[in-house]
């Protein structure tokens, strides 16, 4: 029993190492070709550090690339990718000089060159080496009798005799074994090492992400200032200009009043009907500010609702749809109000549809599609230019396509990952 | 008397036309973009001119821009600037174009008709008119070593109505005073402020803002 549990044991565990080794034999070679490339450019690249100079940006930018083919094939074999970080290039020679001797990815860089080209080629041979040492000794006893007595396989001791010939299979045995220990054991060190140099220093990683950090609050914040000054110029110029009349109209009557009280009704009734029309219009801008709807049923309930007032036969379909920014879904919500209008009014469609959808960039995506005479135009309507700027303001995209005969395709993109 | 009006929101603007007409004042014409303003300001050579401080395309402060540069074409111009909301830099920018016949109100006086004419009356006959809500504003900015605080409260009541543009017997048919007392109260304040006095028009409006922007 305690063998067959051992030999079981030794049995998945050959299986195991066998699998591992013939995923990393190739990984491996190549290594050994970049590895042997690696370590011809080594001199090159002291030599261009100590005399050459103004051939510094061209070197590094080669370094760049042959770094970064050494990053996708790491990532593709481990699956993890590899990060990258360089300063941009440009300018005048001077400055791109000082920026490639200032740039801490260009030292990694060229320490993983001189790294790689010792490890990848060592590496390299050793387990390439050891399966084709495995694979010749055991194929000595076929033909070390047809060698010339004076010259014998020598490897790893002169084959002279049939004993020693059958031994053979033996260190064949042997160098298996090593293979199956060591190859793994070979990659995990191999790709440690790369991935250690290859991958930005850890300050410039935090670095990087610290200014993207910085530009996409920058971006809210711009964004957040463009919905304010529109909300600001709603109620200043519509609800307050509202409101005016209705003290205005009030003024004219009181003096009416004054002069002729018969007269002064129809004024009065005036005054009143502006304030309604201001109550209205205030509703209007509160509710472009958030539609309360879109609190309480969220984007794929309120278009839901949206959908089943469309006097157009209307569905809705939403495939990964995740919550967005309150302002995002606002404002996705008015693109798909405005063109549900658009499409009931103008289009002549027997159906409509709208898609919703989350996209891994975190993107929102939103497409109404209608089966009407097409022909849409999207520089024609007011609507639709409120709509545009409240894309804009959010860092959205728009398109239109709408054949003359249709069908009709809306599509609009909101980036919602801040 | 034959007033110009710049008003882009098209109730308003009737309801402005409506208005004046009611009162007997000729509207010669009204337009809603700056453009159309100084062309009408130099085609009608209106008596006063009312405008909207928001005008396309920005609606910023085109109006201010407009009234600014009707003033430089034709000096003295009277124009009355009505705003939606208080900005006291509009304000300065207005009375800094000259000699008296400027106003800057808040666009909700227009429904206080009686001194809504009245305004425009002291903008026409030269005087500066200016909303109280920019005194107050300007008047609650204060230090706490500010000899402001010397001040009785009648005498702020006095220094706001004269920052507003009013002259002594305006100021004291407000108050329901006699004209020699609101003269006392001004001296006062005068000496207080350490003011040297000055004429009852524009640059007394001018001396007092000054004081109360430093």
């Known amino acids: 029993m305690v063998v067959s549990v051992g030999q079981r044991r030794l049995r998945a565990w050959v299986a195991g190492a066998f699998a591992d080794v013939r995923r990393a034999l190739p990984f491996l070679a190549v290594g050994l070709l970049t590895g042997f490339m690696s370590l011809l450019l080594v001199p090159v690249a002291v030599l261009v550090l100590l005399i050459g100079w103004p051939a510094l940006p061209a070197a590094a930018r080669r370094l760049r690339r042959w770094a970064g083919l050494e990053r996708r094939r790491l990532g593709g074999f481990t699956g993890t990718p590899v990060a990258q970080h360089y300063p941009p290039l440009d300018g005048p020679l001077p400055d791109q000089i000082r920026a490639v001797l200032t740039d801490p990815s260009a030292r990694r860089d060229l320490a993983w060159l001189a790294v790689h080209g010792l490890t990848g080629t060592v590496l390299g041979l050793i387990a390439i080496g050891l399966p084709l040492g495995a694979i010749s000794a055991m194929l000595v006893p076929f033909y070390w009798w047809a060698l010339p007595a004076d010259r014998p396989v020598t490897s790893p001791y002169p084959v002279t005799s049939w004993g020693r010939a059958l031994a053979m299979p033996l260190i064949a045995l042997g160098y298996a074994a090593l293979t199956l220990l060591l190859v793994p054991r070979l990659v995990r060190w191999q790709t440690t090492w790369s991935r250690a140099l290859l991958s930005p220093a850890a300050g410039v990683r935090l670095r990087a992400q610290v200014a993207e950090l910085t530009a996409s609050r920058a971006a809210a914040l711009e964004v957040h200032g463009t919905e304010l000054r529109r909300i600001e110029r709603d109620l200043h110029d519509g609800t307050q200009n509202r409101l005016v009349g209705v003290v205005l109209q009030l003024g004219i009557a009181e003096r009416a009043l004054r002069r002729d009280p018969d007269a002064a009704l129809p004024l009065v009734l005036r005054a009143q009907n502006a304030a309604t029309d201001a109550l209205a219009e205030l509703r209007d801008v509160v509710r472009t500010i958030y539609p309360p709807v879109l609190a309480e049923l969220g984007l794929d309930g309120a278009v839901a609702a949206l959908v089943a007032r469309c006097p157009v036969p209307a569905t809705v379909a939403t495939n990964g749809l995740r919550r967005a920014p309150a302002a995002v879904e606002a404002a996705a919500y008015f693109v798909i109000a405005e063109a549900l209008t658009n499409v009931a009014r103008h289009s002549r469609a027997q159906r409509a549809e709208v898609r919703l959808s989350t996209r891994p960039d975190q993107t929102l995506v939103i497409e109404v599609l209608d089966d009407g005479h097409g022909g849409a135009d999207q520089a024609a309507g007011s609507g639709l230019l409120g709509i545009r700027r409240r894309i804009a303001a959010l860092g959205g995209r728009i398109e239109l396509a709408s054949p003359p005969g249709g069908p009709t395709v809306l599509r609009v993109e909101l980036p919602c990952g801040f | ?214």
């Open chain 2, 1 to 214: 008397m034959r007033v110009l009006i710049a008003e882009d929101d098209a109730l308003l603007r009737e309801g402005l036309v409506l208005l004046l007409g009611n009162e007997g004042i000729d509207v010669t014409a009204a337009v809603d973009n700056a453009d159309d303003f100084l062309a009408a300001v130099s085609d009608r050579r209106p008596d006063a001119a009312v405008v909207d401080v928001r005008l396309p395309p920005s609606f910023s402060n085109e109006g201010i821009r407009a009234a600014v540069e009707a003033r430089r074409r034709i000096p003295q111009l009277p124009i009355l600037v009505l705003s939606a909301y208080v900005e006291d830099s509009y304000a300065t920018d207005l009375l800094a174009t000259g000699a008296g016949g400027v106003g800057y109100l808040l666009k909700e006086r227009v429904g206080k008709v009686a001194t809504f004419l009245d305004a425009l009356r002291r903008v026409v006959d030269g005087g500066t008119v200016l909303d109280p809500e920019v005194v107050s504003q300007l008047m609650v900015r204060r230090r706490a070593d500010d000899p402001m605080r010397t001040l009785t409260p009648r005498e702020r009541e006095v220094l706001a109505l004269m920052a507003e543009g009013y002259a002594n017997s305006d100021i004291a048919a407000q108050l329901v005073v006699s004209d020699t007392a609101v003269s006392k109260h001004i001296g006062n304040i005068f000496a207080k402020l350490g003011l040297s006095p000055t004429d009852t028009g524009h640059r007394r409006v001018l001396a007092v803002l000054a004081y109360l922007r430093s």
